[in-house]
């Protein structure tokens, strides 16, 4: 299958900082990217629909300033926690939007644990 | 909004039984259904997809039924391994290209 791409794989830090994370499609091209969130022990929730030179579109209750999207290319999508809490410590997963050859589907990035002290 | 739930939440089996995981979902408009697997700590590695259209897939040990209708999946696990431990999540997508998830079966294959 395609291969997605995460970077970092994990980072800590402090409280009110701003925290980048990369989500990179390999080797095919994606308008559509996805982000979800996941706790310990639940299920993968979705944050937010990133586009291609448009804006994301972002899920009910999930702060639009708070998790900044950019989808600058078709092979890239990046998620800037910004002034991140500890609250928002957790498992950061992307996805890339696959449509080649009749097949609808999202290939998985390896994921990104953030902790915030 | 698309309900996942999938029964067990947990299951352990000694090696060579099969296992059973189901999937319901509160939506039957889906445009397909894929069952993944994440090991601890890790991303998602995709196992199987199910056209709307289709009733099951197939892949090695792995099957997959869909009855669209209903709302259910299962998914079957032939003559398990230790290596197959892992939790396997359930993943309905929408009309809107959305996946939905389910909390999702953690399974534990003793040797």
């Known amino acids: 299958g395609a291969v997605v791409s995460q970077h970092p794989s994990r980072v800590i830090c402090k409280s009110g900082t701003s925290v980048k994370i990369e989500c990179r499609s390999l080797?095919?091209?994606?308008?559509?990217m996805f982000w979800y969130r996941q706790f310990p022990k639940q299920s993968l929730m979705l944050m937010a629909t990133s586009n291609e030179g448009s804006k994301a579109t972002y899920e009910q209750g999930v702060e639009k300033d708070k998790f900044l999207i950019n989808h600058a290319s078709l092979t890239l999508s990046t998620l800037t926690v910004t002034s991140a809490h500890p609250e928002d410590s957790s498992f950061y997963i992307c996805?890339?939007?696959?449509?080649?050859?009749?097949?609808?589907?999202?290939?998985f990035g390896p994921g990104t644990r953030l902790l915030v002290l | 909004k698309q309900e996942v739930t999938q029964i067990p939440a947990a299951l352990s089996v000694p090696e060579g039984e099969n296992l059973v995981l189901n999937c319901s979902f509160t939506?039957?408009?889906?445009?397909?259904l894929q069952w993944f697997r994440q090991d601890h700590g890790k991303g998602l590695t995709s196992l199987l997809l199910?056209?709307?259209?289709?009733r099951e897939q197939t892949s090695g040990r792995l099957n997959a039924s869909l009855d669209k209708s209903s709302g259910r999946s299962t998914l079957y696990i032939a003559a398990s391994q230790p290596g197959d431990s892992a939790t396997y999540l359930c993943a309905p997508l929408a009309n809107d290209y959305k996946l939905s998830f389910g909390a999702g079966t953690t399974v534990t294959v003793r040797a």
């Open positions: 080797d095919f091209q994606a308008t559509t």
């Open positions: 939506d039957s408009a889906i445009y397909n």
């Open positions: 199910i056209q709307s259209s289709q």
């Open positions: 996805s890339a939007r696959f449509t080649g050859g009749n097949q609808e589907t999202q290939y």
